[in-house]
Nanobody, 133 residues
Framework: QVKLLQAGGGLVQAGATLKPSCQGT????????RGWFRQWAGGERRNFAG????????????????YYAESVRGRFTMSRDHAKNTVYLQMNNLRPEDTAVYYC??????????????????WGQGTQVTVSS
């Protein structure tokens, strides 16, 4: 099974950019759909369809399709490096409401339901993104 290691994130001002990464080890990159979710903790905790993690974006397993949540479309872009078994989340024009813990996930040979956290088989450790106004 794949293991995911995240890097990046941080504290930035509104309008800034960040590009967290997610490297997979232990299994073939090509066997998995890859997605990004975000989650709020403590008093800011929220519920979404499928759990407490909100869908941000995903690459499907086959066909190379990319999907984004409406709230980030046009500002966030996913990319991947097959040689490094790594996916990236380019986050532009960040807003205070983007503040959350961001998680990358891997879903084995999945092309559907990628916006539901329950459909993912492995998760990274999470990375905090904080955007000040």
């Amino acid at each position: 099974q794949v293991k995911l290691l995240q890097a990046g994130g941080g504290l930035v001002q509104a309008g800034a950019t960040l590009k967290p990464s997610c490297q997979g080890t232990g299994d073939k990159f090509s066997n998995y759909a890859r997605g990004w979710f975000r989650q709020w903790a403590g008093g800011e905790r929220r519920n979404f369809a499928g759990g407490e993690r909100q869908f941000v974006g995903a690459f499907s397993w086959s066909g190379g399709n990319v999907y984004y949540a409406e709230s980030v479309r046009g500002r966030f872009t996913m990319s991947r490096d097959h040689a490094k078994n790594t996916v990236y989340l380019q986050m532009n024009n960040l807003r205070p409401e983007d503040t959350a813990v961001y998680y990358c996930g891997a879903a084995y040979k999945a092309d559907y339901g990628l916006n539901y956290a329950a459909n993912y088989d492995a998760w990274g450790q999470g990375t905090q993104v904080t955007v000040s106004s």
